[in-house]
């Protein structure tokens, strides 16, 4: 009987201690990054957020700016348009992301939006 008894404490502990050993542990970080508006020259075009990857990003654009500005964000290989009066919603997941302004005014200066980027990571 006491060598059963030590058997299944010693079994117990020995499975604890391997249970524990194979937890893995995760850690999350948020971030968040607020690209003010910005004024672009008349005709001129300027890059706004340089190519980075996120393993998840919400891109929250306010539309706050001018509707002549045009934002080109490219997420991996695809690229798509928003105007400066749009309010918008990107999810980006295991992507890269790069954002250019264009005022396509050629006479006067225009404003960029207000642009929020809320991502997560973890390892």
Same mark, same amino acid.
């Not at 003010?36 to 706004?48: H, N, P, Y």
């Not at 006479?107 to 960029?112: A, I, P, V």
């Given at each position: 009987?006491? @060598?059963?008894?030590?058997a299944?404490?010693? $079994?117990?502990?020995?499975?604890?201690?391997?249970? @524990?050993?194979?937890?893995?542990?995760? /850690?999350?970080?948020?971030?968040?990054? +607020?690209?003010?508006? @910005?004024?672009?020259?008349? $005709?001129?075009?300027? /890059?706004?957020?340089?190519?980075?990857?996120?393993?998840?990003?919400?891109?929250?654009?306010?539309?706050? $700016?001018?509707?002549?500005? +045009?934002?080109?964000?490219?997420? $991996?290989? /695809?690229?798509?348009?928003?105007?400066?009066?749009?309010?918008?919603?990107?999810?980006?997941?295991?992507?890269?992301?790069?954002?250019?302004?264009?005022?396509?005014?050629?006479? @006067?200066? +225009?404003?960029?939006?207000?642009?929020?980027?809320?991502?997560l990571?973890w390892?």
């Amino acid at each position: 009987m006491v @060598r059963e008894i030590a058997a299944g404490v010693l $079994g117990g502990l020995i499975g604890a201690g391997l249970a @524990r050993a194979t937890t893995p542990t995760i /850690t999350i970080t948020s971030n968040k990054e +607020r690209i003010s508006r @910005r004024s672009v020259e008349a $005709g001129e075009s300027i /890059t706004l957020k340089p190519a980075a990857t996120y393993k998840f990003a919400i891109i929250l654009f306010h539309g706050d $700016g001018d509707s002549q500005v +045009r934002l080109d964000i490219v997420k $991996g290989a /695809t690229t798509i348009s928003v105007y400066g009066n749009e309010q918008a919603i990107e999810i980006l997941a295991n992507e890269s992301l790069s954002i250019i302004a264009v005022n396509e005014d050629t006479t @006067r200066l +225009r404003d960029t939006p207000t642009i929020e980027i809320l991502s997560l990571s973890w390892s």
